[in-house]
Structure formats: C-alpha cells, structure tokens
C-alpha cells in the first residue's frame, strides 16, 4: 500500500514538467520551427532567408555560464525585449502565447510573470540545453 502511494505521489511529481515539456515541444514546432528547426539549432527552413541566423536554442545555457536565461528568453519571446533578425523585429509571439498567468523563477529564485504557454514552451527549451 505505501509503495503505490509513494509511487503516486512520484507520478505526480514528475508528470507535470512532463506534461509541459510535451506542449512546449508542440509550441515550439507550431511557432519557432520554421525559423530554428524542429531540434531547436537555428537551421530551420526560413534561415536561409534571414539576415540575422537564428539562434541555436539548445546552447543559451552554455553561453550564458551555464545557467538557462530565463527571463531573457521569455522577454524574446513575448516581446518585452524584442530581437532584430530579418532586418526587422523577431515576430513577437506573446498575443499568440496569452493564457493563464503563470510564473517562473529566474536562476536567482526571481520570479517572471508571463502566461502558461510560455512556461511550457520555455521548460521545453530548457529541457534541450547541452
């Protein structure tokens, strides 16, 4: 009896950032793919096209000592901090994004307000980090 609950409990646990993991993935597909590619390593088919490549999303950790930004990358991605790469602003996805109110926590512990979506999008980004 106590192993099922502990092993309940264990579920629980992991089967949410599991669970954003998966719509961040269907997100990123949806939305970023096109510009930095199903793997997230900015060879998407449009980079050809754009002045600017698109980043390698799965090395922001290590070009950033090691610890994931992720305030950097929400305010890209809804807008706050907007990002030129085709000669104009990286398209701002927050309208696109909007849901619930979630928050974040920074690697300081700050928290960022921004909205469910992202929190899924970003926890699958960070998920890839080599």
């Not at 922001?60 to 305030?71: E, Y």
Request: charged residues 15%; aromatic residues 6%; proline residues 8%.
């Amino acid at each position: 009896m106590l192993r099922t609950i502990g092993l309940f409990a264990l579920t629980a646990l992991f089967a949410a950032p599991l669970a954003a993991q998966d719509a961040g993935s269907e997100l990123f597909a949806k939305y970023c793919a096109t510009c930095h590619g199903l793997d997230a390593t900015g060879n998407g088919p449009m980079s050809p096209n754009l002045i600017l490549q698109p980043t390698d999303l799965t090395g922001l950790a290590a070009a950033n000592d090691g610890a994931f930004p992720t305030l950097r990358v929400v305010k890209r991605i809804d807008g706050r901090e907007p990002l030129v790469s085709h000669g104009s602003p990286m398209p701002v996805f927050g309208d696109f994004f909007e849901g619930r109110g979630a928050a974040l926590k920074t690697a300081s512990g700050q928290p960022i307000m921004t909205s469910q979506p992202i929190v899924e999008l970003v926890t699958w980004l960070e998920s890839l980090q080599k």
